[in-house]
């Protein structure tokens, strides 16, 4: 038994309503990949601005990582850092020049460019990138 005229473009519709679907799924999954990927790039940057900081722990909930996580060793150095005196943003590492820089901190004397130092206090973290010394006291 044939297919009429009327089933066969039916059919056709079908199929190109089918690619159309195919294609605006395609098309949204490599949006979804643009974005992911974006957010990928800008964590590889954040991490790399972070320098020596702490990475975020990842807390285990399994009992076999348990008895690790509890006897963790805590190092603590026995003599502070050694203080380090450049010219340059210790957050991006470009030349500091003048009436550009911010000392955030009187506790620590290292110097960073205003937008720099906005951006790493944003991320939460509360001490000098270079030092350690804590901005908040």
Known sequence: MGYSYCEFERAENEREISRNQRATQLTSLRARYEREISRIR????????????????????????????????????????????TDDCTICMEQLQNGESIQPSRVCVHQFHSSCIRTW??????????????FIY
């Open 42 to 85: 800008r964590e590889i940057q954040l991490t790399s601005v972070r320098g020596a900081g702490e990475l975020p722990r990842c807390e285990t909930t399994t009992l076999q990582f348990q008895s690790v996580r509890d006897e963790r060793v805590t190092y603590r150095p026995t003599l502070p850092p050694p203080t380090i005196f």
């Open 121 to 134: 206090l944003e991320m939460g973290y509360t001490t000098c990138p270079l030092c350690r010394k804590n």
